[in-house]
Structure formats: structure tokens, C-alpha cells
């Protein structure tokens, strides 16, 4: 089976026709100093695409502290940002979560930020009379699937959520789905609620040569063809689904499975022992974030039949990389996936065996799939998330 990657990305930029005075924008950066994934990419995107198209601005990032992470050296190095850490008394430890939660709201109004952004479900505390505010909102999964967490990070989490969204100005939801999440559970105003989507890192729509992919496949003991998962390795994830199809398909493919390691791995071994395919199954719990786009492209397939997401950012990934999806109905995926992608029951394997074994068979539809998928995400452009974000910076200024 080939899969050609040569597709033309084409470019894409979007017409501003508003003109937007300089401002100072202030960003809670805890995620994006110190979280390699996850909130710490998305915070790393929505930072770096402002930067990029409204380099005028200046930008404040607050955070108790810095971990060393490879993609974080421009945010301390650019001129148009600034990152701001406790000081005096309270950098010492047990003090930067009191300096974080408590004290940012005064200190961003003593600098005189425009805005101030929670990226991450969160805003300060105090708010002082003049600072406006916007938050973040990813998703509702602990509230709507609760089973996941703990009752004690259910509780804090909810605390956090309700107290942010009250006193935000503007609340941003990365998806439909999340707005609608926001309504049902929480009762928010939908007229509060705009929705700014999110993309992916650039790294992932730099085409790789096959000697390139070649070194990875032999880094990661890749099979020469298979089926690709990515995500934290966890029950919501809803990998069990995918071996199950596997033991169904006529045309089976090794599995690759990328992500951390949870309890969850336990029932997968389980299956995969009872099943006899061990052969098939190929986890690996620690990549290189350097690496991921290169097994993406060396992958003919990728599958992310997760039960529930606040978007599904690998998806757009996966199709930045060339590689054809098939995902979950419902929730948030053919937000994120598009009209040209395979949407399939969450909780049925038979489905899923026979739109993989149809995929596999018909190499035609597979490059449709990504040709068309391909303008679908340019809506996740950076220049457009960016000029997004700064309506709505506007709406409250």
C-alpha cells in the first residue's frame, strides 16, 4: 500500500480589514514555561501567532516559574515579550502559587495590561477595577465524564472553572462543543462566549524526506506500513477500540500506539494476550516532540476514536502531516477533522474494522481524504486564530 505525501499546502492569509491599536496583553505563562504538551502547546501557539501578526504589541507573560523546555527559548529572548516571575519573598516555592492565583490581577493592572489571559481555564483571583479579562476554556470533561478524576481534582477544578468564567469579560471556548459544554453545565450566557479555535505547531507541515523517515522508523522500531494512535494511553482515549477492530480486519496493519502510560495500558496487555496479537500491537510511551511529525508521515492511517475532547488537536495534526483520519462521531471531531475525514460509533469495533479495511483497499480515497482535509484546516492558519483572538481582545476595549 503507498501514500504519497506530496500535497500542495498552498498559502493562505487571511484580509484584515480592522486596524487594531498597540496594546499590552498579559498572559498567565505557567503552561507555557512548563508543560511540554498539552495547555503548554497551546499557550506556546496562541502567544507565538499574536507575536507574529500583531508584533506591535506588547506581550507579558507571568509565571511562578520556568522549567527548561526546548520550545520555550524565543519566549525569553524576543523583544516584544516580557516575562515577568515572583520576586523578593514570594519566589520562594511554597509562596509562587499564592504569587500566581492571588496576586496577578494587581500586579498585571500595575503594569497597565489591556488584557489579561488565562489560557488555562484560569484568572486571578483579585481583579482590580480596569483590568479586563479573558479565559480559556478547553473542555468540560470533568464535569460531564467525572468517573476520570478524583473527586478532590473534580471539586478544584470546578471551583476554578466557575470562579474564572464569572469573572472573565470575555470567555474564548476552543470548539463548539466546549460553548455548548459551557451553557448546558455552568449556564453561561452564550452571548459571553466566543469561540477561537486552535492549531498546531509548525513542525508538523514541514514535509519530510523518506531517508528522514527512515531514521525514525528505525528509531522507534516502526513497521514498514500500520495504523497510528496518539494521546495520553487512557481509558477516555478508548484505544481497546482499535485492537478490538484489529482482531476483526481482513487487511490488518500493525498498531502504533504513542503516548503516556497509565493504568489503562494494563487492560490493553490484557486483551492483547488474550487475542494472541502481541505482534501487532506496538506501544511507545516516550517520543521526542522533535520526532512526532516524522511518524505521523511514516504512518498510512491515523486513528482517534477518543469518547470525548474538548477538540482533538492531533487530528489536525495528523492531517497537516499527510496522514488520513478516521475518528469519533459526535463531540468535537468533524470540527477538527472536517467533512472529508471518517467518523465512526465510539463503541463499535465492527464499524471501525471495516472502514480501516475499506481505507486500506482503496489508496484513491486516502488521497482524496487528505487533498480535501487539507484546505479544511486552513481555518486553523495562525494569521487567522491570531486576528480572531484580537476581536475579541477588542470586544472588551
Known sequence: MSKNPQHSLGVFYLALTISFDVMKIGFDAKRLFNNSTGLGNYSRYVVSAL????????????????KNLKNTKDFLEASNYRVQLPSGLYSKSFLKSFWRSWLLGNIAANDGIDVFHGLSHELPVTKPVGLKTVVTVHDLIFMRYPEFYSSIDVNIYTWKL????????????????????????????PSQVDVVYQGCN?????????????????????????????????HRKNALLILQALVKMRNKLPVVIVGRKTDYVKQLNEFIHEHNIGKWVHFIHEVEFEDLPMIYQAADIFIYPSLFEGFGIPIVEAIS??????????????????????????????????????????????????SKSMDYIKKFEPQVIAADLMNVYKKIN
Do not use: W
Not at 507575536?51 to 520556568?66: K, M, R, V
Not at 470548539?175 to 450566557?189: G, I, M, P, R
Open 321 to 370: 502531516c499527510g496522514t488520513p483520519v478516521v475518528s469519533s462521531k459526535g463531540s468535537c471531531f468533524t470540527e477538527a477533522g472536517g467533512p472529508d475525514s471518517l467518523y465512526i460509533n465510539s463503541s463499535n469495533s465492527e464499524e471501525l474494522a471495516s472502514v480501516l479495511d475499506e481505507l486500506i483497499e482503496d489508496d484513491v480515497l486516502r488521497k482524496s481524504m487528505i
Open 202 to 234: 509548525s513542525i508538523f507541515k514541514t514535509r519530510h524526506s523518506t531517508d528522514e523517515i527512515n531514521k525514525i522508523r528505525l528509531k522507534y522500531a516502526l513497521p514498514s506500513e500500520f495504523l497510528l494512535n496518539v494521546g495520553t494511553v487512557e
Open 51 to 66: 507575536s507574529a501578526h500583531y508584533p506591535d504589541n506588547q506581550y507579558f507573560l507571568y509565571t511562578p516559574s520556568i
Open 162 to 189: 466557575k470562579r474564572a468564567v464569572k469573572s472573565a469579560d470575555r470567555i474564548i471556548a476552543i470548539s463548539e462543543q466546549t460553548k455548548s459544554d459551557l451553557v448546558h453545565f455552568l449556564h453561561v450566557d
